[in-house]
């Protein structure tokens, strides 16, 4: 089954007397365990599109199916709790709170299920301990590289066990050597623990790490292959 169904999606948005529609009719479908890249130049749709999938926003029409459940017409408070249970988010200003430690960091996510500030305190350890940050628990975002920032910001979006990880630009502020390190870690996250994982970038190379790519246009999808391939089918 797919873990993400989209059917007719539009996102209209009215700014005073004008409408402009972002996203004009999107159909797209992505299973469980994918590692999809999302394309397109500035003003594609593909921040829209990426707002809708992370139940950051919701459509003016269609449908969105999540691991089995219409989240199209959820109220605020309702997609809140999708988002802390089915998303992990990765963005690329690492958004770390900073002046508070890379465990305290990691727990955030958990502060909403109510879990003991003891078991919160273990399950973070360990996500750290899987990025490679075990023994930098205590250290504040200043005290890190971006490089270790952004483990800190993908142990926190994985410290839930999400089945859907959407990161926006995660290599957009680390150098060349830092970007190809978390993308090799966020492919063997894809191959080993089989998190379905959404990436939208711009850059070809990044692109090139995942099994599918998506080209977005003018609110549409216009291209759907893998990142390698030299033609593009609709």
Not at 62 to 76: A, E, H, I, K, P
Not at 136 to 156: D, F, K, M, N, T
């Amino acid at each position: 089954m797919a873990l993400i169904e989209l059917a007719g999606i539009r996102k209209t948005y009215s700014l005073g007397e004008i409408s402009v529609e972002a996203l004009r009719g999107i159909s797209l479908s992505i299973e469980k365990g994918e590692f999809v890249a999302i394309m397109g130049p500035s003003g594609s749709g593909k921040s829209t599109l990426m707002n809708l999938l992370g139940c950051l926003d919701t459509p003016t029409e269609g449908t969105y199916t999540l691991d089995g459940s219409d989240v199209s017409r959820l109220g605020r408070d309702e997609l809140a709790v999708i988002r802390n249970r089915h998303i992990g988010f990765v963005f690329q200003g690492f958004n770390l709170l900073p002046r508070t430690s890379a465990l305290e960091n990691v727990e955030l996510p958990m502060l909403y299920k109510g879990l003991p500030k003891a078991e919160r305190r273990r399950l973070a350890a360990e996500a750290l301990e899987r990025v490679g940050l075990g023994g930098r628990e205590h250290h504040q975002p200043h005290q890190l590289s971006g490089g270790q920032q952004q483990r800190v910001a993908i142990a926190r979006a994985l410290v839930n066990e999400p089945p859907l990880l959407l990161a926006d630009e995660p290599t957009g502020n680390l150098d060349t050597k830092t970007s190809v390190e978390i993308m090799e870690f966020l492919t063997g996250l894809n191959r080993t623990v089989g998190i379905t994982i959404v990436l939208v970038t711009h850059e070809p190379d990044i692109a090139r790490f995942s099994r599918r790519l998506i080209m977005v246009r003018d609110g549409l999808v216009v291209g759907d292959r893998h990142p390698d391939e030299g033609g593009m089918h609709a």
